[in-house]
Every structure is written in C-alpha cells, then in structure tokens.
C-alpha cells in the first residue's frame, strides 16, 4: 500500500480564496482524521471520520472549515474563506481501529500559507 | 491546555549516547503513545504502552509509564543521527463513544555524528 496520500503538498493562496485539500486513507482503515500542526499550538486533532460519517469535529476552529467523506478512499478538508492565521501544515490519517495497538498512519502532509 | 507537555523542549546529544525525552499529562487516560516526526514529514508511530503497564521496549527504545505521577519517559539507547527528529507524546483518552488523542508540542532531538 502507498499509505496515506495528500494531495497538494503545498498550498499558497490569497486572503479570501477556498482551498481545498485532499486525502486518501490507506485501503481498509475504517478510521480517517485531519490534524492542523502550528509552532503556536502545536498537532491539534481537527474532525474524525468513522466509515465516511464525521463522528466529532469538535476540533475544527470555525464555520469556515469543512471536511466531507464521499467514500472510504477519499476525504476533503475546505477553507472558505481562507485566512492569514490558516497558514499551517495539514495532515491527514488513518487507522483500522480507533484505539488500540493499530495506530493512525499520518500522510506527509499539506503545507498551506495564506497570503 | 496541551494535555501532553515533553521536556525538554530540544535536546542536542552525540552519536551514542542515551537521549530521554518526558511527557507529563493531566488527565486519566487509556493508553500513551510516541511518534517521531523527521523534519517535512508526516508523524510516524514508535510506541504505544496501556495505562496498565509500566514499561515497555522495542528495539532501542524503552518507554515507562507513571500514572500516579501522569508521566512517560521515552529512552532512546545509543543514539544515531539518522535519530534526529521531533519527537512526541500523544495521550488518548476514551470515555464511552468520546475519543481524544491529544499530541503534545514535542521535543526536537539532534544528534550529533
């Protein structure tokens, strides 16, 4: 398996403008979760999907992020509007289980800066 | 609040030697975990010991834990410095459907060749 894809590893956009990022989980993990990793406040834990339904977004900052599970093989992360204070790695990954000895497999990551 | 706090912040040693990283949390939790994290890349998971048990090794790392002090160690022995890295306690907590694994800031180790 290729593990956990993202999709763009890097992002530079504009105050104001959507971004979107992508995820594809490794094939049979029933778990996906995006994190946000700043120097600030360092790997926070955004949303969780369990079988493509978001079972707590607690994490996720504001209105303006949104993250949707179509499919077991693909997850998005939306930014709209985007912000200066969004600039951030992104990461996105998976697991088989929630707990236990099968731990999440992170992806590299998407490196966003908001201009 | 970070649940999970490493100590040091960065620690710079020379190939070789011993590097002990610690964490120290607040809460009960289900079970502590480790990752590493090279730099520009994602976090890779080391270790993971159970609220129940007190150490546990793999290969050259030795990972304690001290739920009465809500504390965990990670020992790295006779470090390499292909070891450099951020490194980070993740602390998971379950309370019936509610699930939290919370990551620390991390502690930046550099090795020395």
């Known amino acids: 398996d290729a593990g956990v894809i993202q999709s763009p590893r890097h992002e530079v956009t504009e105050m104001g403008q959507e971004v979107t990022l992508r995820c594809k989980p490794i094939s049979g993990h029933d778990y996906l979760f995006w994190y946000r990793q700043t120097m600030m406040r360092g790997l926070e834990l955004l949303i969780y999907?369990?079988?493509?339904?978001?079972?707590?977004d607690s994490g996720m900052p504001e209105d303006r992020f949104s993250a949707k599970m179509p499919n077991a093989s693909f997850s998005t992360l939306k930014i709209q509007p985007s912000e200066p204070r969004d600039s951030a790695v992104y990461f996105c990954?998976?697991?088989?289980?929630?707990?236990?000895?099968?731990?999440?497999?992170f992806g590299p990551g998407t490196r966003l800066t908001v201009l | 609040s970070q649940q999970g706090e490493e100590d040091p912040q960065a620690l710079s040693i020379q190939e070789g030697e011993n590097a002990t990283m610690n964490c120290s949390y607040k809460t009960s939790i289900n079970n502590l975990q480790w990752y590493r994290q090279n730099s520009g890349r994602g976090l890779v998971h080391l270790i993971l010991i159970r609220s129940n048990e007190r150490e546990k090794h793999s290969g050259r790392l030795r990972v304690t834990l001290d739920t009465s002090k809500k504390s965990s160690s990670l020992l790295i022995t006779a470090s390499r410095a292909a070891d450099t890295a951020s490194y980070f306690c993740a602390t998971e907590e379950r309370e019936g459907s509610n699930y939290k694994l919370t990551f620390g800031k991390g502690t930046l180790l550099t090795v020395n060749p």
């Open positions: 990954a998976s697991s088989l289980r929630l707990t236990g000895p099968d731990t999440q497999y």
């Open positions: 999907f369990n079988n493509n339904v978001p079972i707590d």
